[in-house]
């Protein structure tokens, strides 16, 4: 079995490349093994911050030697009167470096058999290798030394190995060979001879290249060690990505702070040590501890200089936050109020505290909306951007909302209100929670209404790589949120409100509620389809009303049209309404029924089992049980009856019939959407 290993070796990427950079390398060289006939069974990608690899398995020795038949000129202009052949025939044998008797006739044309030999794999690779290397795309690139070429970090070696032979070719001035580095402080040339010991010799020299061993590693000789202390390890995901990108040999370290920084709020010490200096916090019985793990990059037995620095550097940060919570804390968290007035929040758009009384108002609209009582709203409401203008939140932003929920406790206001605070930013990711109190939930959708409004109105450009204000995020979190929590908000309606509120600053109200309706029913699709529901299936519960003004009616009838189209029999349901809709679609003027006007007892039936249809008063169920019953009067109708009939009256009355029964279908969707 042929395997083809390929390592880049570079100076240490930055860590939010490497995952991005193993799915293009596997991507890219998935595509050109396929666009150059070459057959392999499996890429496998490997990493750590001085080196992307692959390992291409059961690759194919040589590309398949193929058989081409080519078409050639016309036989009356290829042979002449005496059937030979025409220096247009000669022309078509040259050109194809064929010999003129391997010419055949056939269906009135010339025709030639090319036979043409496959390359060998290596040769190709030799080619397409540098190709794929300089295809890799990311931010920060750059150039060193005399080079033209770009990449993240400098290049500083390549293996390129066909089994146990070197393809060499040269990229960066580096020439290929079997030679690759191991960790810094360990073997610094490592000798390859074949890609099944790659990982093995690589590992002898003190680097996991396989990713999820790497990241196993991890939580296995962390939680080793916080067992040790009798301690607990919580491995945030993003952080464990974050780490594992940032080692190859990876060694847990147990450091200390002391305890009196446990005084400060939990999150902000978390933070301290998770996001700004990526350490692991420990805990007992849930209760943080003055203990943290840092995972070393790190080859040796002594780890009391490693210890020592960061403990120091975690103890700085910690030192600046309790001053800053100190300096916070001289006053209540309703202080803060007045200063949003000097923090703009968009220009042209007033500032956070014109903002906070816009949310007011909204929050207003939604709880009454709701029915659910305004006093810890509006408080909410009104203290939820106070912390922006906080010493510890200007030095920590992230902790927006955290910091205000626990400032509003030790301000003495109500634990509802504090909670309502923190969660109004929630969701704060695409995976995250959403808030679970009343008072977060209706804030932060005022919250992110506004904004998304204020974005749209400032005619911001919004893009797969521009998210002005996270409009994105805020839409998606404002869908999440009534949905998780059944909240029946009008979002038409709280738009309509959002830009009446700033219509002194809105050039043409009407055409900007249309781009955010727009923007907003986009992003329900992307929503929908993300939890598996077929695209012509959203479609048709989205063409059929106003969804915005009812999300929860949406998702009802996504599963009631789930259903209907499941079912054996659904190809009679939807010729049936398919039917009615292509007759009806150039039709625009519709009358009452004249039940006198009926002249067969199809059309008859039809009436009064769709007039008895009362679609307002039952549920989706009932109403898919009573449309599946009229689908064998439906077909009957049109077996029997001649819709154009020369009586304009009756003509007209009939297509009003076939109005009426598509209403009752129309209340779930648009069936003409569905793929079928």
């Given at each position: ?6 390592e ?21 060289f ?30 194919q ?11 050639g ?5 290829a ?27 056939e ?19 030799k080619?397409?290798v ?6 890799l ?6 150039r ?15 293996v ?23 960790h810094?402080?360990s ?23 396989d ?11 962390a ?8 301690a ?16 190859e040999?990876?060694?847990p ?49 002594t ?39 000097g923090?703009t ?15 007011i108002?909204?929050?207003k ?31 920590f ?24 605070i ?19 939930q ?6 992110k ?16 790589s ?25 979002i ?8 009446n ?32 529901i ?10 059929s ?15 009631i ?5 499941s ?14 809709i ?26 009064n089992?769709?007039k ?7 549920s ?7 449309l ?15 819709v ?15 109005n ?8 779930i ?8």
């Open positions: 079995m042929n395997k083809y290993l390929l880049i070796g570079t100076e240490e990427l930055a860590y939010r490349f490497i995952p991005s950079a193993m799915e293009q390398l596997k991507a890219e998935s595509k050109y093994l396929e666009e150059n006939k070459i057959k392999f069974n499996e890429i496998k990608v490997y990493a750590t911050p001085r080196r992307l690899a692959i390992i291409v398995e059961d690759i020795e040589k590309q398949d030697d193929v058989t081409k038949t080519i078409k000129p016309i036989a009356t202009i042979y002449d009167e005496n059937g030979a052949l025409t220096k247009a025939a000669l022309g078509f044998a040259n050109k194809n470096n064929i010999s003129p008797d391997k010419l055949y006739k269906d009135n044309y010339v025709w030639a058999k090319i036979e043409q030999k496959g390359l060998d794999t290596k040769e190709v690779l080619t397409i540098p190709e794929i290397i300089l295809k795309k990311g931010t920060h690139f750059m060193w030394a005399d080079l033209d070429i770009k990449f993240q970090r400098p290049i500083r070696w390549v390129s190995l066909f089994n146990n032979e070197i393809l060499d070719f040269e990229i960066a001035k580096i020439k290929a060979s079997n030679k690759s580095r191991g810094r402080f073997k610094e040339e490592v000798i390859i001879n074949n890609p099944d010991e790659y990982l093995e010799q690589l590992y002898k020299a003190n680097v996991i290249a990713v999820e061993k790497r990241k196993k590693t991890i939580i296995e000789l939680s080793t060690e916080a067992k040790k202390i009798g607990e390890i919580k491995i945030d995901n993003s952080l464990l990505e974050e780490v594992t990108f940032i080692t040999w990876p060694i370290v147990i450091c200390t702070f002391e305890e009196k920084y446990l005084e400060i709020p939990e999150k902000v010490i978390v933070t301290v040590m998770a996001v700004h200096q990526r350490y692991f916090p420990l805990y007992k019985d849930g209760k943080l501890l003055n203990k943290f793990i840092t995972i070393s990059n790190y080859v040796g037995d780890f009391d200089n490693i210890k020592a620095g960061n403990e120091r550097v975690v103890r700085a940060r910690l030192e600046d936050a309790v001053f800053f919570v100190k300096e916070d804390t001289q006053k209540t968290l309703y202080d803060y109020i007045e200063q949003l007035k923090v929040f968009q220009k042209g758009f007033g500032s956070v505290y014109d903002k906070t009384q816009r949310i108002k909204l929050s609209y939604i709880a009454d909306s709701i029915n659910v009582p305004f006093e810890k709203i509006e408080r909410t409401a009104m203290l939820c951007k106070a912390d922006l203008v906080t010493r510890l939140v200007f030095e932003t992230e902790l927006q909302g955290f910091i205000g929920a626990d400032y509003a406790l030790r301000s003495g206001e109500l634990p509802e209100v504090a909670k309502g923190e969660e109004h930013y929630f969701p704060i990711n695409a995976t995250s929670e959403v808030a679970n109190s009343i008072e977060g209706v804030v932060g959708i005022a919250d209404i506004d904004t998304i409004v204020t974005v749209f109105a400032d005619k911001k450009k919004i893009s797969g521009q998210d002005p204000l996270g409009v994105r995020r805020a839409t998606l979190g404002i869908i999440k949120t009534i949905l998780q929590k059944d909240l029946h908000i009008n038409s309606e709280l738009l309509k409100l959002s830009i509120i700033l219509k002194d600053k809105i050039e043409d109200e009407q055409s900007l509620y249309n781009s955010i309706k727009d923007f907003f029913i986009q992003r329900l699709i992307v929503f929908l389809s993300d939890n598996n077929r695209h012509d299936i959203i479609e048709a519960a989205i063409s009303k106003d969804v915005l003004s009812n999300l929860n009616n949406l998702i009802l009838r996504n599963n049209i789930i259903d209907i189209t079912k054996n029999n659904y190809s009679e349901f939807h010729e049936a309404i398919n039917r009615i292509r007759i009806l679609k150039e039709e625009k003027n519709f009358t009452e029924i004249d039940t006198n006007l009926f002249n067969s007892d199809e059309e008859k039936n039809l009436y089992s769709v008895n249809i009362k679609e307002n008063e039952i989706y169920e009932q109403l898919e049980n009573e599946v019953k009229i689908i064998p009067l439906i077909s009957k109708f049109f077996e029997k009856v001649l154009m009939d020369k009586d304009e009256k009756i003509k007209q009355n009939r297509i009003n019939l076939l009426l029964t598509k209403q009752k279908f129309d209340y969707g648009d069936f003409s959407k569905i793929v079928f």
